[in-house]
């Protein structure tokens, strides 16, 4: 099925990084620092227009919490969910501690979506997460995302025009941006208000799969400035 | 949550959190009484560095929420928001408060208002109570939110904060001369103000829109963004947000002297509501869809013909190889019933009899198969024309549907009655042309396998029932061949035996066991009942599934009633068809109701009924104007206009006294009566409102629904 995400891969993909456990550190310094300089170079004159809805998606490459590159364009033919996070934010653990956005993670990546949750919180910011400590917080809330992908240089972020925490983008299999805004129709940071609100992603995804256009396809994103390096 | 420890003890006048210092105060210098200004509001002293929200926050945060609970006879307004401030926060910007900020609300105390009774103390006293949450960020963002209550004294006067709402006063923009005038040019917004006073020309403006989501609220003036004075005229480019989401006809918006060139006294900002011109840069919502996705989908629509929808009851995954088998035993076993298997038997004995004319068997039991699938074809192809013809009535051919399971049940609820001996299914042909024999044996066993479809009839149509019901959700050719199959299994016997004559020899002789194994098969067609019954219940909830199973007894007893003979059964068969008739009027309407969470909001509000096309059809036939609110959960636009114009007190009162019924189509799951709904009043999508009088065209009102003219509409009823 053309659908399912590629779990083998990412068998293989934890098979090489057990190998590679004594040199990872170093070389995640390397490839981060490679990532920057491709992503900056890869993104070109795009690097102060976040796009609009409708328009291409700029791409970019990202390493995972796991040290894992990712690279948004490897995904074409795919749906691809872009959610900033930061478990620091109130309005993540809205999200995360209610299980709705777990929820909404696992219902879209059943569906064969590549979910990537991107941490553009920087380094020196009091509630900046280790990679490791950011992949355990995921696990305890079992979030089931495709991939967590640190930008603590906020390079991917700023691309985007990533605001919030959370904050969505919806990338169809063209590489076109379809989707940008919140993750639901409540902004608030009360848990209680999920259930009356409208998910902004499963709606999007349905209506998309169902080959209909997305009805709501720009909406205001809601909850804790993204802290980027400045 | 911090805040929320606070909120443990008795409610005050401050609530005092880690981040800010909370008092609800008051201005009433000439008391409490109609007519005097009376103002209420929340005071927020922030901590240093920390801020809350204008009513625009900018490009991330909320605005402060105020909800009042006042006596009957007192009215809250609106906050009357001080001009904000910007915020940088790294590359982004917010428009808030820091430092101490007061955010007013007028009371409007009317000639209604009784103030409570005195007790001990003598005076009097208004009781404002205050709900309110704010979210206060630095770097961090912490949501709190705190009760508050003040006792106003009515006699006497409160000008303890008189300060604070001067302040608050003084940093209120004032209404500027003109509407101003807002461009949409390319990605950027030429804004034109005329009318500023001569004490702000030649300054350098801050530019707050109400409007949210619409500029790069992070533009830097004079950088991203320019202004300039022609005489008294301002005019400035503003770029335009990269992901807007809102397009907005009107942008109120506020423009605010720099900080340093504010002198007291004077004013500091000036508010216009400016009309927008132009046309906003378009989006391309639509998702494309890779090939081999759409491959993919077109390969799940076509195994599973009704909507991809994850969230529906689930459907009978019968594939078609099953459905085919099963109509294949389906057409043996109908050779074993009573009304088959005479016949049958008396051919193979013929066939026994003439011992050794192999070719002539063979060429016999070809011949006779032909008849028998021809007929059974024909009988298919009638049933699949009246099928299309009902789709083109409107009927909705899926098992989400409601209305078609019932239907199904109740369809196989007669087949079983019919195995079981409730009643007959009449002969299709009279027996003098079933008696006319062809001279040629080969035309003759044709029409003979003819024939014993036709005289088969009684026990052929449960069968062909159950194929129909199988084919249902199928398309033409797929039916078709499980017509086929069926009428291969009733022939395969004799075609079987035409090859092989000892097949003749062991088949048993015709006999009560035909009765027997006629009811057992009954049990399966109540078994399928059971199971649609359950279909049902997901689909319309337990109540749905009541009333479905109390009108398929009411059927069985009229279909009983309908077998009696003479004065009983017209007596009986009219008592329980009208009694039958009666409770479908009742109660038929669960049972085609989609139960979703709505239906319990739409049950709890007396005001709105749910939209049905018949509930329409019966008010209006009753003489009563209906409006009909088309919504859905997701569209904002519907939600605006239900909290504003829709939850009015003066168009509510108009409503009423209009006797108008208000129902509500929710279109938040795509609905096939409400899609053909709109499209029958020209629209695609949601919200539309509709106002339909008696022997009148129904009025479509606009998409933003303005009180005036729903109130006008109204009048003109």
Known sequence: ?230 | MPAAAQLASRPGAVVTTPHVRAELVAHAPEGVAPGAPVWVGLQITHQPEWHTYWKNAGDSGLPTELNWTLPSGVAAGDIAWPVPRKIPVGNLANYGYEGTVLLPVPLEVSSNFKPPLALGTGASTLDVRLKASWLVCRKECIPEEGEFTLALPLQGSTALHKAEFDAAQAAQPLPLGGPGAVEVSGNSLQVRLEGLPASAHGKTLGFFPETPELIRTAAEPGKDWTQSWQGGTWTATLPLADQRSASPTTLPLVVALAEADRQPGQPVAWRAEAPVSGSWPAAAPRAEVSPALQAALAANAATAPSSPASDLPPQPTVTLMAALLGALLGGLLLNLMPCVFPILAIKLLGFARQAGNHSAHRRAGLAYTAGVMLSVLALGGAMLALRAAGAQLGWGFQLQSPAVVAALAALFTLIGLNLAGVFEFGRAAPLSLCSAQAKHPIANDFLSGVLAVVIASPCTAPFMGVSLGLAIGLPAAQALLLFAALGLGLALPYLVAGFIPAVALLLPRPGPWMNTLRRLLAFPMFATVAWLVWVLGQQSGIDGAGTLLALLVCMAAVVWALTLRGRTRLVIATAVVAFTAVLAAAIGRNVLQTVEPARLAATAGQRWQPWSAERVAELTGAGQPVFIDFTAAWCVTCQYNKKATLADAEVLADFDSKKVAMLRADWTRRDPAITAALTALGRSGVPLYVLQAPGKAPVVLTEILGKAEVRAALAAL
């Open chain 1, 1 to 230: 099925m053309t659908l399912s995400p590629s779990s083998d891969s990412r068998s293989i993909r934890a098979a090489r990084h057990a190998r590679a456990a004594l040199s990872r550190a170093s070389r995640r310094a390397v490839v981060a620092a490679a990532v920057a300089l491709g992503a900056t170079f890869l993104m070109g004159n795009h690097a102060f227009a976040a796009p609009a809805v409708g328009q291409q998606a700029p791409d970019f490459v990202a390493v995972d919490t796991g040290g894992a590159k990712h690279k948004l364009s490897d995904f074409a033919g795919k749906f691809v969910v872009l959610e900033w996070t930061n478990p620091g934010c109130p309005f993540v653990r809205k999200h995360y501690n209610s299980g709705n956005m777990p929820a909404t993670q696992k219902a879209a990546t059943a569906q064969g979506v590549v979910w990537l949750s991107v941490n553009s919180t920087e380094r020196a910011a009091s509630d900046y997460l280790q990679p490791a400590a950011l992949d355990a917080w995921m696990k305890s809330q079992k979030a089931a995302p495709t991939a967590v992908l640190m930008d603590e240089d906020g390079v991917i972020g700023q691309a985007y025009g990533a605001r919030t925490t959370p904050h969505i983008f919806i990338i169809d299999p063209k590489g076109m941006l379809v989707y940008a805004g919140g993750i639901d129709s409540i902004a608030s940071a009360r848990p209680d208000d999920i259930k009356t609100a409208t998910n902004y992603v499963n709606q999007a995804l349905g209506e998309a799969f169902g080959g209909k256009p997305i009805s709501t396809a720009a909406t205001r994103p809601y909850g804790c400035s993204v802290k980027y390096k400045s």
